[in-house]
């Protein structure tokens, strides 16, 4: 049984950093499509970042330069460093594995299965 637990999120300023780790169960990092999510109330749920089984890497447009995603097998640890914080990056972010990348939006977090963590929420404020 695969189980994902998100961590490390909170308050922070504009400008502020946070860095969210998924302790992982039951997975290798790296032999499955995985990935991180972040949904606000009444908007769909929105794939950040994901790293394929074949190393590839991707970001949304509105994460990219400011995110970096990675992970460390020996610890079963992937992780989201987020700096550059904005406003509009405040929502509840989720780890995910076993994912189709290419869905990059769904109406709900875990509508398109996979494994998920239960989220942790990050708040930006001004």
């Known amino acids: 049984e695969v189980q994902l637990v998100e961590s490390g999120g909170g308050a922070v300023e504009t400008g502020g950093s946070l860095r969210l780790s998924c302790q992982a169960s039951?997975?290798?990092?790296?032999?499955?499509?995985t990935g991180w999510y972040r949904q606000t109330p009444g908007h769909e749920c929105e794939l950040v970042s994901s790293?394929?089984?074949?190393?590839?890497?991707y970001y949304s447009d509105s994460v990219k330069d400011r995110f970096t995603v990675s992970y460390d097998n020996t610890k079963s640890m992937m992780y989201l460093q987020m700096n550059g914080l904005k406003i509009e990056d405040t929502a509840v972010y989720y780890c995910?594995?076993?994912?189709?990348?290419?869905?990059?939006?769904?109406?709900?977090?875990?509508?398109?299965?996979?494994?998920w963590g239960q989220g942790t929420q990050v708040t930006v404020s001004s």
């Open positions: 995910a594995a076993d994912i189709l990348p290419t869905v990059r939006y769904m109406m709900f977090c875990g509508a398109d299965g996979g494994s």
């Open positions: 790293i394929r089984s074949d190393g590839m890497i």
């Open positions: 039951g997975i290798n990092f790296g032999e499955t499509d």
